[in-house]
């Protein structure tokens, strides 16, 4: 065991190889699915897992039992620093809607089309709200949870929910219009 990056301090709790190998075999492709909804796209939700594991190694002795929850919560908070430092043109980048001369597509492409539309409508939203609809209705975690993970009332995750929520209503109103028939009328 190694001491403290200053060579001072008692020797610093380093992480079992097999304590971190175990949390990212059961549980590292949900981790990664989350990455991905908190920053819309699989390499940026690479990336910050990987820094968030990299933060979680180098602060390994401050865990107290759960180190998934506390990868999660600095998950979360990483991907909010980024959203604070790119959220101003973030909020401003328009929806890309496929234009309508193309042609119907394919039950796929279109599910493809919608999950980047809402990723680029998730983007539009301040931090604090996106962290809470990812984990509310993508982790599909409590009010209660969720308030702990992110470190405020419950009463904030309510609001923020619903003020998110309502935000992306406003955002995706016009999609109406470009929303293929999910069932086909009758004559």
């Given at each position: 065991m190694g001491r403290d990056d200053d060579g001072t301090g008692p020797p610093a709790r380093r992480p079992a190889r097999d304590?971190?190998?175990r949390l990212l075999a059961?549980?590292?492709?949900?981790?990664?699915?989350?990455?991905i909804a908190l920053t819309g796209s699989r390499s940026d939700g690479e990336d910050l897992l990987q820094a968030a594991l990299e933060r979680l190694l180098r602060r390994?002795?401050?865990?107290?039992g759960d180190?998934?929850?506390?990868?999660?919560r600095i998950l979360y908070n990483m991907a909010a620093d980024g959203w604070r430092r790119r959220g101003a043109w973030l909020r401003k980048l328009p929806?890309?809607?496929a234009s309508s001369s193309q042609g119907p597509g394919t039950d796929a492409v279109d599910a493809v089309d919608l999950r980047d539309a809402l990723g680029r409508a998730l983007a539009q939203l301040p931090p604090r709200q996106r962290a809470v609809l990812v984990l509310r209705y993508w982790e599909e975690l409590s009010q209660a949870e969720t308030a702990e993970l992110l470190g405020c009332a419950e009463?904030?995750?309510?609001?923020a929910a619903a003020r998110g929520l309502q935000r992306l209503r406003e955002l995706t109103a016009?999609?109406?219009?470009h929303r293929p028939q999910l069932t086909e009328k009758s004559s």
């Amino acid at each position: 065991m190694g001491r403290d990056d200053d060579g001072t301090g008692p020797p610093a709790r380093r992480p079992a190889r097999d304590e971190v190998e175990r949390l990212l075999a059961e549980r590292g492709e949900h981790l990664m699915r989350a990455a991905i909804a908190l920053t819309g796209s699989r390499s940026d939700g690479e990336d910050l897992l990987q820094a968030a594991l990299e933060r979680l190694l180098r602060r390994w002795d401050q865990i107290e039992g759960d180190a998934e929850g506390y990868l999660r919560r600095i998950l979360y908070n990483m991907a909010a620093d980024g959203w604070r430092r790119r959220g101003a043109w973030l909020r401003k980048l328009p929806l890309v809607h496929a234009s309508s001369s193309q042609g119907p597509g394919t039950d796929a492409v279109d599910a493809v089309d919608l999950r980047d539309a809402l990723g680029r409508a998730l983007a539009q939203l301040p931090p604090r709200q996106r962290a809470v609809l990812v984990l509310r209705y993508w982790e599909e975690l409590s009010q209660a949870e969720t308030a702990e993970l992110l470190g405020c009332a419950e009463g904030t995750v309510k609001s923020a929910a619903a003020r998110g929520l309502q935000r992306l209503r406003e955002l995706t109103a016009p999609w109406h219009d470009h929303r293929p028939q999910l069932t086909e009328k009758s004559s």
